[in-house]
């Protein structure tokens, strides 16, 4: 799938490099992309089988699998009877909300971290001190999975409160895992890049968004990858949705008496693993919608608790009826997760299930435009690329894609503009230099490319490609007034002394070529032996 599949596996570059480890812990703390454990998983996958869709989703099938089987064992230590439990994790594993978990490859993180987050809990609730606190370490390996999971040690307090009341206070467990918490949710809000709201407009999210959670547990229909972002500019604050929330908190509490221990447990494991994708903090995916579905894979355990408990309480005196429930709700939310899985076939079905919704997802036409654009599709993808810079002409993304799809097919004037137009919104898009200067080649205009290159080079310095290229263009242009060998080995020189690489061999070749037009054919030959030798090496990457 073209939305984050590819940034954290199929086209991430650390998956194939022998620095992927150093690399991914190097930017541990500025990339909000990397996850060290979820990355080892992809690249131990891709070591023993490589890149295969059918073997992703089967990983992820049976860690979800696994993570319903921690939730029934864990649930076994807290609970009389193990059906509560067994049907608590049935009905948490077959819920529709959690397709966009498993079939979405990247949201292996919210796996293994969940799966992580359980075991600690478990390791928490064992008899043996060692054992206690090796749950520290599970937490840690859950915090480099999934950044949510650092609000771990409430649940750890909830749990001793609730759970396990005769046990006394453990003061400096709690502090321990608050500490480490505190550690890694200070790493992590440094490397977010997310939508700025006002403390009214979070106000005003958090009851519409617990509101639409809770609307597509109790009736899963019309699920989105990706749903409408609401607009909360401009408009008036409204509070009314806070009424009903103040009102369920005041009736627990006041009954509070009444309510089993472990619905205590499973309302605010629900609440405290929902809390922040609500609106409390801000984070990344904000800038596409305030809503997905994937939020809801851990908080859903807390639901399924309640709603087995809850079902035994009915069933009082009618034995039959308690698993007569639970086994329709597991089978009618089967059929609902299957037909769900449909969306996720391939990028196809689910940008246009998004589009379905939601005309004007920017994203969702960006992205459809883009697999279009790399399945041969280029009039479709001009379509979607056109409407995208319509929805959003202020993204430069967008207008850098528009022009390079104008390209081969013909429209170079028009991919000249499009690509003007991102420059205008950002200059340090080192793309659009580089598409742009192709659009002038393709009419001809090389002077005008060479400018063009002069551009990118500015910008970024060290851009390999915008280097390789002016100088193929200065060796090789058809007008007379644009070759220059001097001009070519003046943007070369970074190469001379460069450490061989496929760059560098390309480079040298192109060094040998300019000084052999010059006449200083020592020179021309020192460089290509420099080649010659470096291609036979092994060791050259």
Not at 140 to 167: E, M, N, T, W
């Amino acid at each position: 799938m073209n939305w984050d599949d590819d940034i954290y596996f199929t086209a991430n570059p650390d998956i194939e490099s022998a620095h992927g480890w150093s690399s991914q812990f190097a930017r541990f703390t500025t990339d909000a992309n990397v996850y060290p454990i979820v990355f080892g998983s992809f690249k131990i996958e891709n070591a023993l089988v490589g890149k295969n869709a059918r073997v992703s989703h089967a990983i992820n099938l049976v860690l979800h699998g696994l993570v319903s089987v921690s939730a029934f064992f864990l649930l076994c230590r807290w609970v009389p009877d193990w059906r509560i439990a067994f049907w608590a994790s049935l009905l948490f594993a077959v819920h529709p909300l959690q397709v966009s978990t498993v079939a979405w490859v990247a949201e292996r993180k919210s796996l293994l971290g969940s799966l992580f987050f359980l075991w600690a809990l478990i390791a928490a609730d064992s008899k043996k001190a060692w054992v206690v606190w090796v749950s520290l370490l599970l937490a840690g390996l859950g915090y480099l999975c999934k950044s949510p999971l650092v609000v771990f040690p409430a649940i750890l307090v909830v749990a001793d409160l609730f759970l396990r009341p005769g046990q006394g206070r453990r003061w400096t467990l709690w502090g321990a895992h608050a500490g480490l918490a505190a550690v890694f949710a200070w790493v992590y809000s440094g490397r977010e890049v997310s939508q700025s709201l006002s403390l009214a407009q979070r106000l005003e999210l958090v009851p519409a968004a617990l509101g639409h959670y809770l609307e597509k547990w109790i009736y899963p229909s019309q699920m989105l990858p990706i749903y409408p972002k609401w607009d909360l500019s401009g408009a008036p604050v409204e509070m009314i949705g806070w009424i009903p929330i103040v009102g369920v908190v005041l009736l627990m509490v006041l009954f509070r008496k009444r309510i089993d221990p472990l619905e205590w447990f499973g309302v605010l494991l629900f609440a405290i693993t929902l809390a922040p994708a609500l609106g409390f903090v801000s984070f990344g995916y904000q800038k596409h919608s305030f809503l997905s579905d994937h939020f809801m894979y851990l908080p859903l355990l807390g639901l399924a608790i309640v709603l087995s408990f809850l079902m035994t309480r009915i069933s009082i005196g009618r034995g039959f009826l308690f698993p007569a429930i639970c086994l329709f709700l597991v089978l009618m939310w089967a059929l609902v997760s299957w037909r769900q899985c449909g969306v996720w076939r391939n990028p196809v079905t689910f940008w246009q299930s998004v589009l379905h919704a939601d005309e004007t997802s920017w994203v969702a036409h960006e992205n459809l435009a883009t697999y279009l654009d790399g399945e041969g599709g280029l009039e479709e993808a001009a379509h979607h690329y056109r409407r995208a810079v319509e929805i959003d002409p202020e993204e430069p993304i967008g207008w850098i894609n528009l022009g390079r799809n104008q390209i081969p097919r013909g429209e170079y004037k028009e991919a000249v503009h499009s690509l003007a137009r991102a420059i205008d919104l950002n200059v340090y898009y080192v793309e659009a230099h580089l598409f742009r200067a192709e659009a002038f080649l393709r009419m001809g205009e090389e002077q005008k490319a060479v400018d063009q290159f002069h551009s990118a080079i500015a910008v970024r310095p060290g851009n390999v490609e915008a280097r390789l290229k002016i100088a193929d263009l200065l060796l090789h242009a058809k007008n007379p007034d644009v070759r220059s060998p001097d001009q070519a080995i003046r943007w070369l020189r970074p190469f001379i002394d460069a450490p061989p690489s496929p760059s560098t061999l390309v480079a040298w070749k192109f060094l040998a070529e300019a000084h052999a037009t010059k006449g200083e054919f020592d020179r021309a030959l020192e460089f290509e032996n420099h080649r010659l030798e470096a291609w036979n090496d092994p060791t050259t990457p």
